[in-house]
């Protein structure tokens, strides 16, 4: 089954939790502390496999965690780094940030990665708090939390040649004659109802070459199986266009180039953009002086398109057209031409500088009538918080004063006696504290 969509939850590892342990050796009379750090969370890591064609394991398994840091030990011992979790896609992966719609990472090439989801840093054990006067800190520094969010996999197929046209016009049967690819046969409409591909070998080099299938008119707006198929053409180089010039099925061969093209321009205007050669198949059944056929072939020659007369199940006429493709590829690889990337990515540097990713970022609450301290950086050092040791609870005041979120808070409107919230914790504000 192939599957070209699908939805999963991605989670980084919890960076370890700093140790508060302190020296125990005989003969050496109240130690000093030697926690030591946590470890560093897992990241999770997308990497594009060519052995993969398919989507089909996230269909069964919706939930991928990284693992978290081993927590700091005793004698300023690490923990270990949790292990990054890789997961394998196919290449032609498009990986989207479900919240904004966004893409994260396009991964074309076999090998290719990215971190989608970072892991928590290692919180730092009590040995980094100690000072002259904090000879025993009862604390440490909590890990860094872990990175959750919701991601769309989208497969882009990555082909040379695509195959597009209305249903049962031939373009299983050109795919078939021209690659070992077997795809389904018959006569009846949308017999291929996933895309398949092929490798056409021709002389000393090849190429491959997809058939899309599906489309019909509306297809750009979601009818039928439009946007299922549409979406695979975008990446390939040249277009066979595939028309019945017999009009064996009851429709107008000119018609239905014209929309077929207005479908493709409708979905996205670079397509038609693309080198397009025209496959008038099952010339067999009609003859090449037919008026039919050079009323077509003036019509479509005067778009500017070649016309190359096929039947693709007696294998006629096809080496020309590929030999065609292929004359193309090689035009495109030769003179390459730069396309405007109008993909709206998602903003990595946007997210890390968000004010609630700050070390402290001050605010009101008019609903609960509270002032509001948020942080990454704060967050850690509050979950690091002993709240029955002194020199915990002043080490985490002292950050908020250090760090100008009380000056800030009075600037919004704090006086003496208003509550202020980390978290779920709530305590008054007094300035002798």
């Known amino acids: 089954m192939f599957v070209d969509r699908a939805k999963i939850m991605i989670k980084s590892g919890k960076g370890g939790d700093g140790a508060v342990t302190f020296r125990r050796e005989p003969f050496v009379p109240q130690g000093g502390p030697d926690g030591g750090d946590g470890g560093k969370g897992g990241d999770v890591i997308f990497q594009a496999d060519r052995n993969l064609r398919t989507l089909m394991d996230f269909k069964y398994k919706k939930k991928y965690e990284a693992e978290a840091g081993q927590n700091g030990m005793k004698k300023n011992r690490f923990g270990k780094a949790g292990e990054d979790l890789i997961i394998k896609v196919p290449m032609g992966t498009v990986i989207l940030d479900e919240a904004s719609g966004t893409v994260m990472k396009d991964l074309t090439e076999d090998g290719e990665s990215f971190v989608a989801a970072k892991g928590g840093k290692g919180g730092r054990g009590n040995v980094h708090f100690k000072n002259s006067v904090r000879q025993a800190p009862n604390f440490a520094e909590a890990g860094g939390a872990a990175k959750e969010r919701s991601i769309i996999l989208e497969l882009k197929l990555i082909a040379d040649v695509g195959l597009v046209g209305f249903p049962n016009v031939g373009k299983s049967s050109l795919l078939a004659v021209s690659t070992s690819a077997q795809p389904k046969i018959a006569n009846y409409h949308f017999t291929t109802i996933d895309p398949n591909l092929g490798v056409v070998q021709l002389y000393d080099t090849s190429f491959v070459m ?204 704090l006086e003496e006696g208003d509550s202020i919230r980390i978290q779920n914790y709530e305590f008054e504000y007094w300035d002798e504290y």
């Open 210 to 413: 997809a058939d899309i299938a599906g489309i019909i008119e509306g297809a750009s707006e979601g009818l039928g199986m439009g946007f299922k198929f549409l979406k695979h053409i975008e990446r390939t180089k040249v277009l066979i266009h595939v028309v019945d010039i017999s009009g064996s099925e009851g429709r107008d061969p000119i018609d239905d180039f014209e929309k077929i093209n207005k479908e493709l321009e409708a979905y996205s205007p670079r397509i038609l953009k693309k080198p397009q050669l025209v496959a008038a198949n099952k010339i067999d059944m009609i003859d090449e002086n037919d008026p039919k056929y050079l009323e077509f072939k003036a019509y479509v020659e005067e778009k500017g398109y070649q016309v190359f007369p096929m039947s693709a199940p007696l294998n006629m006429g096809v080496e020309e057209i590929l030999v065609a493709a292929l004359n193309e590829l090689k035009r495109i690889e030769a003179n390459p031409e730069p396309e405007e990337d109008l993909t709206e990515y998602f903003d990595f540097e946007s997210e890390e500088n968000d004010p609630t990713y700050r070390d402290i970022y001050a605010s009101y609450d008019e609903e609960a009538g509270v002032y509001v301290l948020e942080g990454k950086q704060l967050t850690k050092i509050f979950n690091s918080t002993n709240f029955n040791d002194m020199g915990s609870l002043r080490y985490l005041y002292k950050y908020i004063e250090k760090n100008g979120a009380i000056d800030e808070l009075k600037e919004i409107g």
